[in-house]
């Protein structure tokens, strides 16, 4: 890259910083709770004019739920076109009396600006735009743009597929950018080139009219005991799948995958230290409990509860009994298959009162660390960080990935432009960004799109 252009990038930043962290500042304070439905139109509005103000011809799109923005920059039908997604809800605020400020009157506290959204997402999509402003500025940026950014993601993203396939045309591109999470806990620059898939499970047991006294437990079925018996045959005490074939289309990590994977910074010790654990269900060296981690299928048992749990005891067999489940799914497999196999595992327990509904899926989604847009944006972060970047072949978790690849055959991965995740407090009390984190998203961003252009036709 012409390093004209990367001072111009600094010097300009350098006098714009005020006013980029005023626009995050008011973005910010407005409380867009998608969980309760909250400001969902006026931050919609609020943003599609935003991106107005920077010549990107906006348009709201609505759903039967928050509406989406989506807005498209054109600097020339030769030239190629980069689609970036994020999203401008957040989660509620919830314990409010644990932070520090008003989670939507943002502060500058020690050089980290607090309020909810700071990091996840409305940080992220600041910096993108601040970007885009400080590219335009420094120099003539041969790309095309389009951005869609949701007001679902913090509940499942449920009208984002329908949005991606009745837009597909619109939203078609050479390119994908997915900004979300943060920079690495070493303060290196970092990226997600796909995610895990995801299948949500509701496991209910409902046996009799109402609970009854225990003296029957001889003749009287106990859906509390269904349930672990359901749960016990799912998985065993050795962490493997008991699900018939569940695991059979799995593909191991690549030799590409486990190079990026040797070079990611990870301390078992101070992980279990984090997380307060005595051990970890896989031992072995960083790279192999990281290759674990990304690419093992999982079968989680994330809520449960029957009968009687207060205080004392109350003597009585529980006529009702309710798990909640989430599959992750890695490369190699599908919603539709995993589902296929979980019904029919658990339908071949016979267990009269159990049933099994199907709360929501995911695919998994994994883009090539050789994809010319990858390499654009490793030298990008080398540029704007000047480190070398944390380049992780999935996340641990779900996401919105998958819905791009398929539909509209453009490679999409993933990269934080807001605080560590150990810090940020995303989804917590006290979310937060720090300024210069904050900074160095923008410069990235202004880089990869003069990257990206000279990468021609």
Same mark, same amino acid.
């Given at each position: 890259m012409n390093c004209s252009i990367n001072e111009e990038i600094e010097?300009?930043?350098s006098l714009n910083r005020? /006013?980029? +962290?005023?626009?995050? *500042?008011?973005f910010v304070s407005i409380p867009s709770v998608s969980a309760k439905g909250t400001g969902m139109t006026e931050c919609a509005e609020w943003l599609a004019k935003a991106?107005?103000? +920077?010549? #990107? *011809?906006?348009e709201i799109l609505p759903t039967a739920g928050s509406p989406a923005v989506y807005g498209e920059l054109s600097k020339g039908t030769s030239y190629k076109t980069l689609l970036v997604y994020g999203h401008y809800d957040v989660q509620p605020p919830d314990p409010v009396t644990l932070w520090k400020t008003d989670p939507f009157e943002p502060k500058v506290i020690d050089d980290h600006l607090y309020g909810r959204g700071a990091?996840?997402?409305?940080?992220? #999509?600041?910096a993108v735009l601040m970007g885009l402003k400080t590219a335009v500025a420094v120099g003539d940026m041969k790309l095309n743009l389009k951005f869609l950014f949701e007001g679902e993601e913090e509940v499942g993203s449920p009208h984002l597929p329908d949005i991606?396939?009745?837009?597909?045309?619109?939203? =078609?591109?050479?390119?994908? +950018?997915?900004?979300?999470?943060? #920079?690495?806990e070493s303060g290196r620059p970092q990226m997600y080139l796909g995610n895990k898939g995801i299948v949500k499970v509701e496991l209910r047991? *409902?046996? &009799?009219?109402?609970?009854?006294? @225990?003296?029957?437990? $001889?003749?009287? $079925?106990?859906?509390?005991?269904?349930?672990?018996w359901a749960l016990n045959a799912t998985k065993d005490r050795h962490n493997r799948i008991l699900i018939e074939g569940f695991s059979t289309s799995v593909n191991p990590p690549s030799e590409e995958d486990l190079k990026l994977l040797a070079m990611i910074p990870f301390d078992p010790e101070n992980f279990r230290q984090e997380y307060g654990i005595k051990k970890t269900l896989k031992d072995g060296s960083p790279q192999e409990m990281l290759a674990h981690l990304l690419f093992t299928p999982t079968a989680n048992i994330s809520g449960m509860a @029957?009968?009687?749990?207060?205080? &004392? /005891?109350?003597?009585?067999?529980p006529n009702e009994a309710i798990a909640k489940m989430d599959f992750r799914l890695v490369d190699g497999q599908t919603s539709g298959e995993a589902k296929e196999k979980i019904g029919r595992h658990f339908e071949s327990l016979g267990l009269d009162g159990l049933s099994c509904e199907f709360l929501g899926s995911m695919e998994p989604s994994k883009t090539s660390p050789n994809a010319p847009s990858v390499k654009a944006a490793i030298e990008s972060a080398r540029e704007a960080y000047g480190s070398e970047p944390v380049v992780?072949?999935?996340?641990?978790? =779900?996401?919105? +990935?998958?819905?791009f690849t398929p539909c509209l055959k453009v490679p999409m991965f993933v990269v934080g432009l807001g605080a560590p995740f150990s810090r940020a407090n995303t989804h917590a009390p006290n979310e937060n960004i720090g300024l210069n984190e904050f900074y160095r998203g923008i410069s990235f961003m202004a880089n990869y799109y003069h990257r990206l252009g000279k990468m021609g036709r």
């Open positions: 010097r300009h930043l005020a /006013s980029y +962290l005023e626009g995050l *500042k008011e991106m107005q103000e +920077l010549d #990107i *011809k906006t990091t996840d997402d409305k940080g992220n #999509i600041w991606v396939k009745t837009q597909a045309q619109r939203l =078609s591109a050479d390119y994908g +950018l997915l900004c979300d999470r943060g #920079i690495h047991v *409902k046996e &009799g009219k109402r609970e009854v006294h @225990s003296g029957h437990a $001889p003749l009287i $079925p106990n859906a509390a005991w269904e349930l672990v @029957s009968g009687y749990y207060g205080e &004392g /005891s109350k003597t009585v067999i992780w072949p999935l996340l641990d978790g =779900s996401g919105p +990935l998958a819905l």
